[in-house]
């Protein structure tokens, strides 16, 4: 399974940027699929998810600001941003779960980077 990522930036503090992801691939057994992101020095942390069954999660510091949503296939989501801030400031990577005979395997797209500037 291939990630496939797009819609990083440079955006002033108060403007909105959507990321997009396609899975490709074998993605017949996708169990979930979402954001995460890492700033420098920091360690990796869920932004927002979405399950095969349409459930969402999100960080409970970005709910209300960052809204994740299919784009038509079950293997395409973006990730609409508002009202960024300099904190935002990071690395942005599409992931996804596949189930297996074995439990699952996570992929990771290479990651797109959104820059906030105040």
């Known amino acids: 399974v291939r990630l496939v990522e797009s819609g990083g930036g440079l955006v002033q503090a108060g403007e909105s940027l959507r990321l997009s992801c396609t899975a490709v691939?074998?993605?017949?057994?996708?169990?979930?699929i979402g954001w995460y992101r890492q700033a420098p020095e920091k360690q990796r942390e869920m932004v927002a998810t979405?399950?095969?069954?349409?459930?969402?999660n999100y960080a409970a510091s970005l709910k209300g600001r960052f809204t994740i949503s299919r784009d038509g296939a079950k293997t395409r989501i973006n990730l609409q941003m508002n009202d960024l801030k300099p904190e935002d400031t990071a690395t942005y990577y599409c992931?996804?779960?596949?189930?297996?005979?074995?439990?699952?395997?996570?992929?990771w797209g290479e990651g797109t980077q959104v820059t906030v500037s105040s």
């Open positions: 979405i399950t095969d069954a349409g459930s969402t």
């Open positions: 992931s996804a779960r596949i189930l297996t005979p074995w439990g699952h395997d996570d992929y």
């Open positions: 691939g074998d993605t017949t057994n996708l169990d979930a």
